[in-house]
């Protein structure tokens, strides 16, 4: 199975900064990643797919990158309700496999 | 609009059974693979099945293999999972799943979730 390693595990930042979030892969998922978003008592919210690509409809403060084993979430300009829990996934093969989450925090 | 309704999550003793149901609309249902992911009290997530939009195919996490089964009734647009031999482990929220793409793996449409508690 691929294994997939987030990091921080969590992060405390102010409104307006700018974070990242890294995701790394086992063995490489070429650009098979995904990002998700959840807040408390929700269903997690698709974010970004193939890596890069953002969901439709969601902000482009939020970008990702990276191809292989290494990724990375970007976050802009933090707003109140960007604070959140934080998961890739990746869908290269079977089974899918989650990182363990990054819980973004208000500082 | 899509739609993906869970219902069938209960407390059930460990060692018993439960059937979750996934009522699911506004896309052709039959034409897509599904998922049920789920998630422990305070924990992260964990991908749990699989099943391809024909049914002929099915894929399952070790920590459920053998014990639980992944099915649909195109007919009635409805996902199915059935868990047999629950354990205390097997208690969190599942959510019904479907792909962006209909043969795709990635999940860009996530129901409520349905909550399954084993214990005694």
């Known amino acids: 199975d691929i294994q997939m390693t987030q990091s921080p595990s969590s992060l405390s930042a102010s409104v307006g900064d700018r974070v990242t979030i890294t995701c790394r892969a086992s063995?490489?998922?070429?650009?098979?990643l995904a990002w998700f978003q959840q807040k408390p008592g929700k269903a997690p919210k698709s974010l970004i797919y193939?890596?890069?690509s953002l969901q439709s409809g969601v902000p482009s403060k939020f970008s990702g990158s990276g191809s292989g084993t290494d990724f990375t979430l970007t976050i802009s300009s933090l707003q109140p309700e960007d604070f959140a829990t934080y998961y890739c996934?990746?869908?290269?093969?079977?089974?899918?496999?989650f990182g363990q989450g990054t819980r973004l925090e208000i500082k | 609009e899509v739609q993906l309704l869970e219902s069938g999550g209960d407390l059930v003793q460990p060692g018993g059974s439960l059937r979750l149901s996934c009522a699911a609309s506004?896309?052709?249902?039959?034409?897509?693979?599904m998922s049920w992911v789920r998630q422990a009290p305070g924990k992260g997530l964990e991908w749990v099945s699989a099943?391809?939009?024909?049914?002929?195919?099915?894929y399952y996490a070790d920590s459920v293999k053998g014990r639980f089964t992944i099915s649909r009734d195109n007919s009635k647009s409805t996902l199915f999972l059935q868990m047999n031999s629950l354990r205390a482990e097997d208690t969190a929220i599942y959510y019904c799943?479907?792909?962006?793409?209909?043969?795709?793996?990635?999940?860009?449409?996530w129901g409520q979730g349905t909550l399954v508690t084993v214990s005694s």
């Open positions: 996934q990746q869908y290269n093969s079977y089974p899918i496999t």
């Open positions: 063995q490489g998922i070429s650009i098979y």
């Open positions: 193939a890596a890069s």
């Open positions: 506004g896309f052709t249902f039959s034409n897509y693979a």
């Open positions: 799943v479907k792909p962006k793409a209909a043969s795709g793996k990635f999940s860009d449409c």
């Open positions: 099943i391809s939009g024909s049914g002929d195919s099915t």
